[in-house]
């Protein structure tokens, strides 16, 4: 007895030391913290199923009724205003700077466009997104006159044979796009209103008020349109608009705005100047006059695929409201357990 | 800077294509499976239930790579001593004259008789209908299992008061007629007093006088011997002096406790061999008679009893057969008076033989010896307690219902190996034991090929025989011993053997050495191909843990060789339990679910870039800003996956020790098959098609505002972001099926952290932030579109599995639905007995451990009556 009482003694301060070892007791480390454990019973498959179809078709039929109400109309012109005698060498045609490059188009509104009536300019098969394009600018020379000479990413439109900064450098720039349009009702012009189509942000805060296009366009190669050094590109809202890359290679960007409502029957003549060059790659031109909505233009895509999703909802709702009568299942029911089926499995 | 070389050109376009589509391939998969396992070691190392107060060690994860691996184990392989063992013996019981004493009857008998007991009363009295009465029985099968459970429990709790009466070491007897001279009054005394002495008198031990108790311990060749020792000295025969001729004990025969010393010359010692399995000594005492006195192994002194030394023989017999049913290690101890001349004859013989030198001198010994030992009168049997570690019996028997297999391989000899397979119920009296030994000997004469062709005989046999086994009751055993292991394990036979081991409920190996440990080990981790798990507490356990797929050292006694070998050290065997059914359950399912809700996201994500590039000439141009592409798997969907992988229970850790069978979920690989991987790559498939082109097709050309503003890479770019963030966030929480607060944090706050990066990203100077600069306050924000496109793509990326979820968890429900489901409608409380019976029935089918025992055991006494009432039946109309 006393020997365990001395093994005791002789054990007692290495117990002392041992008990610091103690793993300390809260309900996170024991994994005890109180917790949600939220399962799928078939009230709520049915509530999460139906409660889905009954807010999307609502939904998709608002957005479905609103793009209904978008009045759009677009013409293809890269082919028509091709004269025949030109089609056979479309891109000699457009590089010439000696040729006739304006065309007509006649246009009668179908539907009454209310104000703004939106015009754009839609390109096809232009890889704005390729990747080497995309990195083709130079932000900070856009914004500080002090930074002309950064013309890092640029190449190869970045300098002048002289070695002098190109101002927008980059390939964005130079392939900015160029034809012209104007609209005239019974030979009154309509005003074409330019300003604010760019994004407010892009204005005030990436286009410098101080910094002047210089030296644009005018080396051996010429891309697209030319632009007005006295103008600071902040102004220059056709460029920010052009500048903001598409993200796929059929794209529409904003060309301007009318600002009167377009009736019925009203005969619009519009002309066209021809001078972007997507002959070269088999690109098309598309002008495209819309309204919008709060969704934006016209899509049903949005308004169908609500519609979609919500009405399969609804269908799994139905489904699962019939199975669970069918073949119910009591909640918690041990003869549902695993042992309980395969009594050959387990025991 | 334009390249102008096309090997530069080429060069940087695969390294570009390499970076997009690295998405593909989760790298920072790697990342979060490091992280969420060390958290998770942690969690194990934190466990308080797996701290042994007595050695104040925690549990230790050494190694946290092998966590979800503990939910996956098929085949445990133990060592015996220090493991399941204490490697302390304890007196327990003992024989004398034919009459039992000891205290409490083997447990299990008093279980399965209490079983029993209930079931009959359960049933029907009415005895003579006994179809009907089992069929009632079946019915009112709950309560009994009811009484099972409790039954368990009070065998746990009754163990650990014994466990605290026990002070003496060595010593656990109980009884009191025994105790203090009382034993002066029982019918027997001079058998009794003989037991005593021979207790004291025959061995080889030498007493060590302790100076502050003024006691005696005993330093023996075998612990067994030094609890006999104990034993003699708590019954009032206390050996204390041994001399080169002589030994002295202080006996205390008288009920006034007066000690007198006695002193046994010693004439001649008789050794203990493996072979003779018996020792004697010649001893001439204080009146001159003459005694030899022999312990040894039953069937051994059995044999040599003379005729009137047979008095007791059936008596013992049975107790011995209980004994070893219990899994404690007997010996039977003899006696024989010898006249002077007899002795004084035999004693030349022995001088000579003694005396003899050359090869043959041990045969002569051996012969003489046994011309002596012979006519021999018994007096009785002891039992001995080799005592387990505590809860062993009990963590065995769980870990059986888990549907493990358990191997025990020991340096002991096959007596002891087979001794602690009935006390840890790996063995049970009934069971087909398979013994594959080598004839020792014929080792020397026979070629080796002789010999393995024995083996391979005795292994088909073997087979053959359980094969033709139709009781599906029948269980096996296999027992081998480390010579015939030698064999075993070679190249041609070793196949076989593993066929034969896997068909046996439980395997032992004993007399093994290390490196066949590890043989061993290897043999079943490549013969079947499953998780093996090694426990060991030796340095010679080093060689199997370092082999198995997980080592686990037990820490404290023996060293630390072990536990620097193992992958996981933990105090005591019990805590193997907690370790596998608990932690390594959680861990196998949090990471398959982790791994799997991995693929999903980063092919959702991943195939958007993809399928942009079609768009981009693939040039390399990502839709995404760099900055989205960066955070995605940094922070804006990783702490939800490390959440998931962390801290997701589909049950609480008490259904898992209460639903052993759910374990089976691992090994069996339910969550991570290729059905479940492909099912969720389909899905990331899905989920990517359905934002890319759902996104796409929504911005395709049109003005996405009022404003008539069309929309440009950016804004398809993060709107697109802004719908895979939704949808698996979204996806994960459906996933989960246990939400603690953090759980809300990190996915709710993923989603929330996005749209913040937005807003602050915007906010940076237009130089660092290019075109997300004012993205989402300015364009996006306003644009109903935006917000419409996000719950679009959300809501149909998710419906599916939703879809496939609900279906699931209604017409094929696994078990931890069911159980998720008793426990929220709290129908376990409401209805215990169903919640017991089930818990119960939540096994694997074993034949190994308490349970199967206690059922065993039904199984039979249910025999017996059934023979009984049929006899009955006939007799009755011939009564009436």
Not at chain 2, 8 to 24: P, V
Request: hydrophobic share 40%; with cysteine; glycine share 6%.
């Amino acid at each position: 007895m006393m020997d365990m009482t001395s093994s005791k003694d002789g054990q007692s301060p290495p117990n002392s030391k041992k008990t610091s070892k103690k793993p300390k007791y809260s309900k996170f480390s024991q994994q005890e913290l109180p917790a949600w454990k939220p399962f799928l019973t078939p009230g709520w498959v049915i509530a999460t199923f139906t409660a889905i179809g009954i807010i999307f078709i609502p939904i998709g039929l608002a957005s479905l009724f609103s793009s209904g109400k978008v009045v759009e109309a677009e013409f293809r012109y890269d082919e028509t205003c091709l004269s025949p005698d030109v089609a056979k060498d479309a891109v000699a045609y457009i590089k010439s700077d000696t040729t006739n490059k304006t065309c007509t188009h006649k246009w009668i509104v179908e539907q009454k466009m209310q104000a703004p009536v939106f015009i754009y300019y839609q390109l096809e098969n232009y890889y704005q997104n390729h990747r080497r394009y995309v990195k083709s600018r130079n932000d900070k020379q856009l914004w500080r006159k002090s930074a002309e000479l950064q013309t890092d990413h640029c190449d190869p439109v970045d300098k002048t044979e002289g070695k002098e900064p190109i101002v927008p450098c980059g390939l964005i720039a130079w392939s900015m796009f160029n034809d012209t349009y104007k609209f005239s009702i019974d030979n009154k012009d309509l005003t074409i209103n330019k300003k604010n189509i760019a994004w407010g942000s892009d204005k005030n805060s990436k286009f410098g008020h101080e910094v002047y296009p210089k030296n644009f366009q005018s080396g051996g190669l010429i891309g697209g349109a030319k632009l007005n050094e006295s103008v600071p590109l902040s102004e220059q809202e056709d460029l920010i608009v052009w500048m903001r890359t598409a993200a796929l290679p059929t794209f529409r960007k904003l060309y301007g705005k009318i600002e009167s409502d377009l009736e019925v029957n009203d005969e619009i003549e519009i002309l066209i100047q021809n001078n972007y060059n997507t002959y070269e790659f088999q690109g098309r031109k598309k002008l495209v006059l819309s309204t919008t909505t709060w969704i934006g233009g016209k899509n049903r895509f949005l308004g169908v695929a609500y519609l979609c999703v919500g009405g399969l909802s609804l269908f799994c709702a139905i489904g699962f409201i019939l199975l669970y009568v069918v073949k119910p299942r009591p909640l918690g029911d041990p003869s549902y357990l695993s042992w309980n089926r395969n009594p050959g499995i387990l025991k | 800077m334009i390249p102008r070389h096309l090997e530069w050109l080429g060069m940087s376009h695969l390294i570009t294509a390499l970076i997009l589509y690295g998405y593909l391939i989760p790298i920072s998969l790697y990342v979060s499976i490091e992280v969420v396992k060390v958290l998770q070691a942690t969690f194990i190392n934190q466990d308080i239930l797996m701290y042994d107060e007595e050695t104040g060690t925690p549990a230790d994860a050494r190694t946290s790579n092998l966590n979800e691996e503990l939910g996956q184990v098929d085949t445990i392989l133990s060592d015996k001593t220090g493991t399941l063992t204490c490697n302390q013996m304890d007196f327990l019981k003992c024989s004398i004259a034919g009459t039992q004493y000891g205290a409490s009857s083997s447990e299990v008998e008093l279980a399965a008789a209490k079983q029993i007991a209930s079931d009959l009363e359960d049933g029907d009295s009415d005895l003579s209908n006994f179809p009907l009465r089992h069929r009632k029985a079946q019915v009112s099968w709950e309560n009994i299992d009811k009484v099972d459970e409790i039954e368990l429990e009070t065998v746990v709790t009754s163990k650990g008061d014994e466990d605290q009466k026990h002070a003496i070491k060595g010593f656990g007897f109980e009884d009191d007629r025994l105790m203090n001279c009382n034993w002066l009054q029982e019918p027997n005394v001079d058998d009794i007093l003989l037991f005593f002495r021979i207790l004291a008198v025959c061995h080889t031990a030498i007493p060590e006088l302790n100076e502050e108790t003024g006691g005696f311990t005993y330093e023996a060749e075998s612990p067994d011997e030094g609890s006999f020792l104990v034993a003699a000295r708590e019954f009032g025969f206390e050996f204390c002096r041994r001399t080169q001729s002589s030994i002295f004990t202080r006996e205390r025969i008288s009920a006034s406790g007066q000690v007198v010393e006695r002193e046994y010359k010693l004439l001649n010692l008789l050794d203990f061999t493996s072979k003779r399995k018996r020792m004697s000594v010649i001893v001439r005492d204080e009146e001159g008679q003459i005694f030899l006195l022999c312990k040894g192994a039953d069937s051994i002194i059995f044999d040599r009893l003379s005729k009137n030394g047979k008095a007791y023989l059936e008596a013992t017999t049975k107790h011995l057969n209980d004994y070893g049913e219990t899994g404690l290690r007997t010996l039977a101890l003899s006696y024989r008076r010898l006249e002077e001349k007899e002795y004084s004859d035999w004693n030349n013989e022995f001088q000579k033989a003694k005396a003899a030198v050359g090869a043959d001198r041990e045969a002569m010994l051996e012969r003489v010896s046994d011309i002596m030992e012979k006519e021999l009168i018994l007096v009785g049997a002891t039992a001995i307690e080799d005592k387990l570690q505590k809860g062993v019996p009990q963590c065995i028997d769980k870990l059986a219902q888990a549907g493990l297999k358990i191997w025990v391989l020991t340096g002991d000899k096959m007596e002891t190996a087979i001794n602690i397979g009935f006390s840890c119920s790996l063995l049970r009296q009934g069971m087909k034991q398979i013994c594959i030994t080598t004839n020792s000997d014929s080792v020397s004469n026979d070629t080796k090929q002789a010999i393995k062709d024995n083996i391979l005989n005795q292994i088909t046999n073997a087979t053959q025989m359980i094969k033709l086994e139709k009781d599906p009751h029948a269980a096996f055993a296999l027992i081998i011993d480390g010579k015939t292991l030698t064999y075993a394990l070679e190249d041609d036979v070793k196949l076989q053997f593993l066929g034969l081991a896997v068909d046996c409920a439980s395997v032992i190996c004993c007399r093994v050495s290390p490196k066949q440990k590890a043989l061993v080990v290897r043999l079943v981790k490549q013969g079947t191909g499953k998780t093996t798990l090694a426990i060991g507490d030796g340095a010679n356990d080093v060689g199997m843990i370092q082999e198995a797929d997980i080592g686990v050292g037990i820490s404290g006694v023996e060293g630390m060789q072990a536990v620097m070998a193992s992958d996981f050290s933990i105090a005591q065997f019990r805590f193997l339990e907690r370790l596998l059914v608990v932690h390594g359950h959680w861990c196998y399912k949090r990471i398959a679910q982790m791994i799997c809700y991995f693929f999903y996201k980063n092919i959702a994500f991943g195939l958007t870039i993809f399928y942009f590039e079609a768009y981009t000439g693939f040039s390399g141009q990502s839709v995404y800003d760099d900055w989205y592409m960066i955070l995605f798997n940094v922070c804006l969907t990783s702490l939800p996956v490390i959440s998931l992988g962390v801290f997701e229970q589909d049950v609480s850790s008490e259904v898992c020790l209460q639903f052993p069978a759910l374990y089976q979920q691992g090994p069996k690989n339910l969550f991570f098959d290729w059905y479940r991987i492909l099912g969720w790559m389909a899905n990331g498939l899905y989920s990517s098609v359905v934002i890319f082109f759902g996104t796409v097709l929504i911005f395709y050309e049109q003005a996405f505002r009022v404003d008539g503003q069309t929309s440009d890479l950016a804004s398809l770019g993060t709107t697109m972001f802004t719908c895979i963030i939704w949808a698996v966030n979204c996806q994960i929480s459906l996933t989960m099926s246990h939400f603690t607060w953090i759980q809300h944090l990190f996915i709710w706050g993923s989603i929330v952290t996005w749209y913040l990066f937005l807003m602050m990203y915007g906010a940076l100077s237009p130089n660092l932030s290019h075109s997300a600069y004012h993205l989402l306050i300015e364009a996006l924000g306003p644009a109903p579109i935006y917000w419409a496109t996000t719950l679009l793509a959300t809501v149909a990326c998710i419906l599916p599995y939703l879809v496939h979820i609900s279906f699931q968890r209604c017409f094929s429900p696994m078990d931890h639905h069911i159980i998720q489901e008793i426990k929220h409608y709290k129908k376990d409380i409401e209805d215990q007995s169903m919640w017991v019976r089930e818990s119960s029935k939540a096994r694997q089918e074993t034949k190994i451990g308490f349970t199967a025992r206690v059922e065993a055991k039904i199984r039979q006494l249910k025999g017996k009556l059934h023979k009984k009432q049929s006899f009955l039946n006939i007799l009755s109309p011939v009564r009436t």
